[in-house]
T-cell receptor
Framework: TQLLEQSPQFLSIQEGENLTVYCNSSSVFSSLQWYRQEPGEGPVLLVTVVTGGEVKKLKRLTFQFGDARKDSSLHITAAQPGDTGLYLCAGGRRDDSWGKLQFGAGTQVVVTP | KAGVTQTPRYLIKTRGQQVTLSCSPISGHRSVSWYQQTPGQGLQFLFEYFSETQRNKGNFPGRFSGRQFSNSRSEMNVSTLELGDSALYLC?????????????FGEGSRLTVL
């Protein structure tokens, strides 16, 4: 059972369209991170959010952390083929040790030209 | 600077055998975590080491073990391999304490158990 539920599991869109990926939990997290993983590589950190209600923008990517720190979303504006990858959310809990994160199962995003 | 290095990248074993995977963290990183990634379960936490001490362990059977050396390099071992152990094993190193630090992942060791 995943502590963090991601939706959708798979997303295929055309270049230039927008997309949103959701990450939900019934648990409270002290921090929430988003990673992107490409085939044959390990996940790479995109952003860390730590405050409820926090919004962070990274060029065309917008990340939100829910007020109650139980959910998060990733929005991509005008997607490009380079955005293709597996997007993973990962939560850090206050009572867990430093290197232990709870990962969602991931959302596979495919952006076609 | 060099990233996290994992060896071997690919390996094939048969049921009942054992396997040892190696991870060299980024220079200066003292925390090393191991994760198992499968299509059905995603990334599952195995264990974390800091200063040669295991700090936390995930919900895996005792067949999964690990250790960390004084130079922060880490190894994990899986004994009596089962078909279900086929997965991508990812190692990640961290510099900062606390759960807001960035995890730097290696490319993983892909284990296939026949």
């Amino acid at each position: 059972t995943q502590l963090l539920e991601q939706s959708p599991q798979f997303l295929s869109i055309q270049e230039g369209e927008n997309l949103t990926v959701y990450c939900n939990s019934s648990s409270v997290f002290s921090s929430l991170q988003w990673y992107r993983q490409e085939p044959g590589e390990g996940p790479v950190l995109l952003v860390t959010v730590v405050t409820g209600g926090e919004v962070k923008k990274l060029k065309r990517l917008t990340f939100q952390f829910g007020d109650a720190r139980k959910d998060s979303s990733l929005h991509i504006t005008a997607a490009q083929p380079g955005d293709t990858g597996l997007y993973l959310c990962a939560g850090g809990r206050r009572d867990d040790s430093w290197g232990k994160l709870q990962f969602g199962a991931g959302t596979q995003v495919v952006v076609t030209p | 600077k060099a990233g996290v290095t994992q060896t071997p990248r690919y390996l094939i074993k048969t049921r009942g055998q054992q396997v040892t995977l190696s991870c060299s963290p980024i220079s200066g990183h003292r925390s090393v975590s191991w994760y198992q990634q499968t299509p059905g379960q995603g990334l599952q936490f195995l264990f974390e080491y800091f200063s040669e001490t295991q700090r936390n362990k995930g919900n895996f059977p005792g067949r999964f073990s690990g250790r960390q050396f004084s130079n922060s390099r880490s190894e994990m071992n899986v004994s009596t391999l089962e078909l279900g152990d086929s997965a991508l094993y990812l190692c990640a190193s961290r510099r900062a304490a606390g759960n807001t630090g960035e995890l730097f992942f290696g490319e993983g060791s892909r284990l296939t158990v026949l």
